[in-house]
């Protein structure tokens, strides 16, 4: 168990539906990383966040929007959805900038 | 062109048997190199960490080694198990903060 929790576990929604993952991170760390997994491909950075602050981002979607909270939980908010935001979503959080990743179990989302 | 590249994309072998995977990177500065096994359906998992300095690393039956002049590194796996099945991810991390991940090795281990 890497102390990473995310839910939900699976979500299903149509095209056009804005849905919300959510990230708590192990317990102590200040770094929470989004990462998308679409099938058969390798994962994608989206977006970090250090301590409630923005630090770096990737190849993220105007579409999808993130933020972390006071109490160090974060929230991926996907927003008109498309067929193609249908993938793996995973969370990882670090102790130190740069330390060692370790990633929840991730959210499925399957967009009909 | 993926600044991390994993060879081979897939590979089956029969229990029992060794296998290597093979990472190469473009992307520096290097700061250190993980291996990470990832079982279908759930998240990464750390196998190893190495630093610039470090050449070789093993954690059970798993030994990364790693040549940074020539920005390689290779994992394997000694005596596979039905268990080693799953995708095997080198990720690069620059100093500073950014991580580079490959698209993986897909390994199946067959009885």
């Known amino acids: 168990d890497s102390g990473v929790t995310q839910t939900p576990k699976h979500l299903i929604t149509a095209t056009g539906q804005r849905v919300t993952l959510r990230c708590s991170p192990r317990s102590g760390d200040l770094s929470v990383y989004w990462y998308q997994q679409s099938l058969d491909q390798g994962l994608q950075f989206l977006i970090q966040y250090y301590n409630g602050e923005e630090r770096a981002k990737g190849n993220i979607l105007e579409r999808f929007s993130a933020q972390q909270f006071p109490d160090l939980h974060s929230e991926l908010n996907l927003s008109s959805l498309e067929l193609g935001d249908s993938a793996l979503y995973f969370c990882a959080s670090s102790g130190t900038e740069g330390g060692p990743l370790h990633f929840g179990n991730g959210t499925r989302l399957t967009v009909t | 062109k993926n600044q991390v590249e994993q060879s081979p994309q897939s590979l089956i072998i029969l229990e029992g048997k060794n296998c290597t995977l093979q990472c190469n990177y473009t992307v520096s500065p290097f700061s250190n190199l993980r291996w990470y096994k990832q079982d279908t359906g759930r998240g990464p998992v750390s196998l190893t960490i190495m630093t610039f300095s470090e050449n070789t690393k093993s954690n059970g039956r798993y030994t990364a080694t790693l040549d940074a002049d020539t920005k390689q590194s290779s994992l394997h796996i000694t005596a596979s198990q039905l268990s080693d099945s799953a995708s095997y991810i080198c990720?690069?991390?620059?100093?500073?903060?950014?991580?580079?991940f490959g698209t993986g090795t897909s390994l199946t281990v067959i009885p």
């Open positions: 990720v690069v991390r620059l100093t500073g903060n950014q991580f580079y």
